[in-house]
């Protein structure tokens, strides 16, 4: 076409503005047409589009070749250009009748749309069948008309997948009435804005259509559809409200044409009127399009706005009310802990293939629905929900610590009794018994009167091993006591049955602290020796700022639980003084317990 419009004679041109339509509808259609033939070969409708786009190229090539005037077969060029239009009316019928699904809702509808189309084009070629070209043409425009009752019967009667596809066409036919409006404003005068205006419709046309077929999930289409119909009622009452305040202000100033007075109060009232009016329109226009949606994403947002006006109910019991789903269940990702719980505080495991609410990149929530429940609405109602979901988080955080604390709490009170359970054992079957024993003895001694000598050197040592013992209860009390944590660990070590490399640093702290730190290394040298044939041991007990960490390694076989009850127990201690515990597996084999605790506390 460009060879041709650069050999036409001085003063014609085969290109103009009311051209550009035609290139815009053979680049739109070729270019769909061929994006849907590559991703879905087996669609005819991207064939179609590339038919489409075909005939109306054929169609400027055969203008183009006529306008060139006494050439060989210029009449033939004719005949066939004024011809070209006929496929196109075909061929959109049949776009429309196999769009999204690739099959016609009513088949015989597309047989005798392409038997009438093909007898219009031979009678616009042959003059015999000339009697049969005006029926033909009104039959051909009918079917067109037809094509598009089909959509809309189609529409009504799909649900799911195929009414989104189908809604992708309803953007394209939204902003049809601005586009008019456009064309009417642009009249003879302006034919550049007049192709423009129809171009607009003709581009829209194809891409919605690719749209439906091969990319309907991409977007929201909803929400995309009833957002282009806000926009273009809204703007349809700003435009009437400027001129209706323009005019009238004009009027009231009378002869002052040249004031900018009505333009300003005319923007002002646009721009005071734009919000409202947006608001308004959004709520008609979200309620008619899909009522249900409507009514779920306002109960959360009215929620979202002012919970304490709910009743009590939290966001997962307004989700569940929401989406009529009782089952639905929300789990909150706590970071300091590493792990899923629920709005009160217990831990859980979400299954992967549960919806999963983000922000900024970061997880903040897991929400787990009925397969009754549509997710793409579960969706965007998380989605509208996201900041309530985060303050649940942060309750679920405090929950969960609370219910740690409660937990920590049970299982020291636990362990206190079964502490001076053992403490008392200890002391009746040992010091008790032994001084029992050294009275007996005594008394014998005494009321025979004979190996008193001997019976004072035995009560002697009777009285040496009671008060070890007591010793060792009462650093079993206070581990530490006045000595200081370096020498405690010192002496905890030189009774194990294996070297052990220390390094405690020389400072005191509060008695909670040393005691606690003396138990952590106490238990996990109780572990390796008994559980994990460790052969070799390392203390460290340093600090930095305002922690002191105490790490101890072993070599032994690994695998230690965190959760019995001896490792469990100091963990409890450490927490209760806000320290915590770690326990895992050491570079090279073996076991490592690392406890951080505050030096402050």
């Given at each position: 076409?460009?060879?041709?419009?650069?050999?036409?004679?001085?003063g014609q041109d085969l290109f103009g503005p009311?051209?550009?339509?035609?290139?815009?509808?053979?680049?739109?259609?070729?270019?769909?047409?061929?994006?849907?033939?590559?991703?879905?070969?087996?669609?005819?409708?991207?064939?179609?589009?590339?038919?489409?786009?075909?005939?109306?190229?054929?169609?400027?090539?055969?203008?183009?070749?006529?306008?060139?005037?006494?050439?060989?077969?210029?009449?033939?060029?004719?005949?066939?250009?004024?011809?070209?239009?006929?496929?196109?009316?075909?061929?959109?019928?049949?776009?429309?009748?196999?769009?999204?699904?690739?099959?016609?809702?009513?088949?015989?509808?597309?047989?005798?749309?392409?038997?009438?189309?093909?007898?219009?084009?031979?009678?616009?070629?042959?003059?015999?069948?000339?009697?049969?070209?005006t029926p033909a043409g009104v039959l051909t425009?009918?079917?067109?008309?037809?094509?598009?009752?089909?959509?809309?019967?189609?529409?009504?009667?799909?649900?799911?997948?195929?009414?989104?596809?189908?809604?992708?066409?309803?953007?394209?036919?939204?902003?049809?009435?601005?586009?008019?409006?456009?064309?009417?404003?642009?009249?003879?005068?302006?034919?550049?804005?007049?192709?423009?205006?129809?171009?607009?419709?003709?581009?829209?046309?194809?891409?919605?259509?690719?749209?439906?077929?091969?990319?309907?999930?991409?977007?929201?289409?909803?929400?995309?559809?009833?957002?282009?119909?806000?926009?273009?009622?809204?703007?349809?009452?700003?435009?009437?409200?400027?001129?209706?305040?323009?005019?009238?202000?004009?009027?009231?100033?009378?002869?002052?044409?040249?004031s900018p007075v009505p333009a300003v109060l005319?923007?002002?009232?646009?721009?005071?009127?734009?919000?409202?009016?947006?608001?308004?329109?959004?709520?008609?226009?979200?309620?008619?399009?899909?009522?249900?949606?409507?009514?779920?994403?306002?109960?959360?947002?009215?929620?979202?706005?002012?919970?304490?006006?709910?009743?009590?109910?939290?966001?997962?019991?307004?989700?569940?009310?929401?989406?009529?789903?009782?089952?639905?269940?929300?789990?909150?990702?706590?970071?300091?802990?590493?792990?899923?719980?629920?709005?009160?505080?217990?831990?859980?495991?979400?299954?992967?293939?549960?919806?999963?609410?983000?922000?900024?990149?970061?997880?903040?929530?897991?929400?787990?629905?009925?397969?009754?429940?549509?997710?793409?609405?579960?969706?965007?109602?998380?989605?509208?929900?996201?900041?309530?979901?985060?303050?649940?988080?942060?309750?679920?955080?405090?929950?969960?610590?609370?219910?740690?604390?409660?937990?920590?709490?049970?299982?020291?009170?636990?362990?206190?009794?079964?502490?001076?359970?053992?403490?008392?054992?200890?002391?009746?079957?040992?010091?008790?018994?032994?001084?029992?024993?050294?009275?007996?003895?005594?008394?014998?001694?005494?009321?025979?009167?004979?190996?008193?000598?001997?019976?004072?050197?035995?009560?002697?040592?009777?009285?040496?091993?009671?008060?070890?013992?007591?010793?060792?209860?009462?650093?079993?009390?206070?581990?530490?006591?006045?000595?200081?944590?370096?020498?405690?660990?010192?002496?905890?070590?030189?009774?194990?049955?294996?070297?052990?490399?220390?390094?405690?640093?020389?400072?005191?702290?509060?008695?909670?602290?040393?005691?606690?730190?003396?138990?952590?290394?106490?238990?996990?040298?109780?572990?390796?020796?008994?559980?994990?044939?460790?052969?070799?041991?390392?203390?460290?007990?340093?600090?930095?700022?305002?922690?002191?960490?105490?790490?101890?390694?072993?070599?032994?076989?690994?695998?230690?639980?965190?959760?019995?009850?001896?490792?469990?127990?100091?963990?409890?201690?450490?927490?209760?003084?806000?320290?915590?515990?770690?326990?895992?597996?050491?570079?090279?084999?073996?076991?490592?317990?690392?406890?951080?605790?505050?030096?402050?506390?």
């Amino acid at each position: 076409m460009a060879v041709l419009d650069a050999r036409l004679p001085a003063g014609q041109d085969l290109f103009g503005p009311d051209d550009l339509p035609f290139v815009v509808a053979f680049a739109s259609a070729s270019a769909v047409g061929a994006v849907l033939a590559f991703k879905r070969p087996g669609h005819p409708v991207g064939w179609l589009f590339l038919a489409l786009g075909l005939s109306v190229v054929l169609s400027g090539i055969f203008d183009g070749y006529r306008a060139l005037g006494d050439r060989p077969g210029t009449a033939l060029a004719a005949v066939l250009g004024e011809a070209a239009f006929i496929p196109w009316f075909v061929l959109l019928a049949l776009i429309l009748q196999l769009t999204p699904t690739g099959r016609p809702l009513w088949p015989r509808l597309t047989i005798s749309t392409v038997a009438i189309g093909t007898l219009w084009y031979l009678s616009a070629l042959i003059p015999a069948l000339d009697l049969a070209r005006t029926p033909a043409g009104v039959l051909t425009a009918a079917g067109l008309v037809a094509a598009g009752f089909s959509l809309l019967v189609r529409f009504h009667r799909s649900t799911g997948t195929e009414r989104k596809r189908l809604l992708w066409l309803a953007v394209a036919v939204v902003p049809l009435p601005a586009f008019v409006v456009l064309a009417f404003a642009a009249g003879d005068g302006r034919p550049l804005l007049l192709a423009f205006a129809t171009s607009g419709f003709i581009v829209l046309i194809p891409v919605a259509t690719g749209l439906s077929i091969a990319r309907y999930h991409l977007y929201d289409v909803e929400r995309v559809l009833s957002r282009a119909v806000t926009y273009l009622l809204v703007s349809g009452v700003l435009v009437l409200t400027f001129a209706a305040v323009v005019f009238t202000a004009g009027h009231v100033i009378g002869e002052r044409g040249d004031s900018p007075v009505p333009a300003v109060l005319g923007t002002l009232a646009a721009v005071a009127l734009a919000g409202p009016a947006y608001r308004a329109f959004q709520e008609t226009v979200d309620r008619r399009f899909n009522r249900r949606r409507f009514d779920t994403l306002r109960r959360i947002r009215e929620f979202v706005r002012d919970p304490t006006a709910q009743g009590g109910f939290g966001i997962q019991d307004v989700l569940r009310d929401a989406l009529g789903d009782p089952a639905l269940r929300t789990a909150y990702w706590v970071d300091d802990r590493g792990q899923w719980v629920t709005d009160a505080g217990q831990a859980i495991d979400p299954d992967p293939g549960e919806l999963a609410v983000r922000r900024l990149g970061r997880e903040v929530a897991r929400i787990a629905v009925g397969p009754a429940t549509d997710r793409e609405l579960a969706e965007a109602a998380a989605n509208e929900a996201l900041p309530e979901l985060e303050n649940a988080g942060l309750r679920a955080a405090i929950s969960l610590q609370l219910v740690e604390v409660r937990e920590s709490r049970a299982r020291i009170a636990a362990a206190q009794l079964a502490e001076r359970r053992r403490i008392e054992r200890d002391l009746h079957d040992g010091a008790q018994q032994r001084l029992l024993a050294l009275a007996l003895n005594l008394r014998a001694a005494q009321l025979n009167g004979l190996k008193l000598d001997e019976a004072v050197e035995a009560a002697i040592i009777e009285l040496q091993g009671a008060v070890s013992e007591l010793r060792e209860l009462a650093n079993g009390l206070q581990p530490v006591g006045q000595a200081g944590l370096a020498i405690a660990l010192d002496d905890l070590a030189a009774r194990l049955p294996l070297p052990v490399e220390l390094e405690v640093v020389d400072e005191r702290f509060a008695p909670a602290i040393e005691a606690t730190a003396w138990f952590i290394v106490c238990e996990a040298m109780t572990n390796a020796v008994k559980h994990a044939d460790a052969t070799q041991l390392e203390v460290a007990v340093t600090r930095s700022d305002r922690r002191l960490a105490v790490r101890v390694d072993d070599n032994g076989r690994g695998g230690a639980d965190a959760n019995g009850s001896g490792l469990r127990g100091i963990a409890d201690r450490a927490e209760a003084i806000g320290g915590r515990l770690t326990v895992g597996e050491r570079p090279g084999g073996g076991t490592r317990v690392v406890g951080e605790l505050p030096c402050e506390w």
